[in-house]
């Protein structure tokens, strides 16, 4: 009679989760339909409209554009996570998998396993964009793959950061008007779409706190030289950093909740 | 030595801000037995069942299911029940065979065990026509069996309800209702709340009736209603000379007092046996009757005396 279990192991439980989180993305194209028309709609109106004021030239514009709107995508896709984690709090299949006996970490990490699939479609859609605008890194394709994939480790460690703020947060909609309001902020006071050299003393300065100029610059030095450099290496520490921050951060939030 | 208690809830106590949700609570679930949660909207029954799951951090007392402490021994105690909320706990978006898959595989159950289980409970629940869509197209009483489904997984011995019948009509209602039944006859123990006075007598066993944050009264449904209510006699005496002597004859048979409305009597009695010397008496002293009517005590009495209102 009795059913044959054994005690539930991080591993599966998150793979089960992220499988969950797969199918609902599946079933609910409208899921991830947002990361890939937004970076290609941008990276279109941003290119044919400021090339030529910024750069002279939407050719000589795309180095600058390319990485600052796949930036800006995998901020939008990370506060993505946020909103979808509060709306599944809200729907009563958390307390569920709370009375569970399963790893707590698990429908946290299971998410933003699934969530990873995002960044990747938002990446794709971003560089690919680049691509069909004539946008040819010298460096070859293997550094393009390297700066795919340190976007997407960025953007899954802020996606934990963002998942602390949905599980704060009150409702779905605040966290996406919290979120909107960070992604825009973080993605233009940057060096994501303007040359540093050209913003007004106060700017710079903002610009030069902002982590997100880092990255876009990390990503730009290993287009331009073919290596990775310092600064890449610094991004990469510091998404272990916030990871090992806002992970625990996330899961006591949600036994708090 | 074997453990006849299901659950243990002593002193159980939960404050929301400076509102007393749940004070100082304590009783016994037995084995085997149903146990209805019952109160007005607001008195604390889903707080308190949210302690007993672990949901929610009681800020004193303590919870043992079948002996663990639900705080010492978490994982423990949470393996050793099941849960249906207030709101079905299935996701919208996946199909009823993917939910109980998934949720299969969470409680740790291998891949081809959980298939199975899955295919077992679709049936046992009829879902089986509808199992591959998607539970946007489901209805209310389907998205509830297949909830029930779902925390049925692992064969709980200990199953909660919170208002397993809210929202239903009264044709699924009933199947519900059949469904717990038969969870019973296999052995499960099973506590439910409700605001439904038919339901609780219909299913539990023993009763706990909570307003305001406390436990007000507990017992079986006709325990509750002999306390309270009593089987009353009613009838009407034809001819209005008759009264006065029909009152003495009564009174003379029965402890209480016989309330006269009218030619109208009522009067209560302890037990049944009691109604037929009173007609034995009223038909020798040629006093002629109508209208009457035994009326049986319902829970209604039971929780209108008990509860206060104003929630």
Redesign the interface.
Known sequence: MDVQTHSGNLFMNTATMAYRNLLKTVHNPDRFMDVIIQPVMFMLMFGYLFGGAIAGGVQAYLPTIVPGILMQTMLSAASGSGAQIREDLDSGVFDRFKSLPMAHVAPLAGQLFADSLRLLMATVASLTTGYLMGWRPAVGFGWVVAIAGLAIVTGWALSWLFALLGLLAKSAGAVQSVSLMTMLVLSFMSNAFVPLKSLTKPLQVIAHLNPVTYVITAIRQILATGSWTHEALLVLGVDLIIVAIFAPLAVWAYDRN | MTIKNAIEVSHLTKKFGQKLAVDDVSFNVRQGEVFGLLGPNGAGKTTTLRML???LKADAGQVKIFGHDTVKEG??A??L?G?T??????????SAR?NLM??A??????RP?AKQ?TTELLHEFSLENSADK?LKDFSGGMRRRLDLA??L???PALIFLDEPTTGLDPRTRTQMWDTIRHLVQQGSTIVLTTQYLDEADQLADNLAIIDHGKLVKMGTPAELKQQIGGTRLNFTVDQSTQVGAAVKLVAAQVADAVQQTGQQLSVRLTQMAQAAPILTALNQAKITISQLAVQEPSLDDVFLNLTVGKN
């Open positions: 799951t672990t949901l994982r423990l949470r393996s029940f849960l909320g207030q709101y079905a706990a299935v996701d919208e978006d996946i993917q998934i949720f595989r969470l409680n740790g159950l291998s065990d289980r998607a779902v925390s997984i692992t064969r």
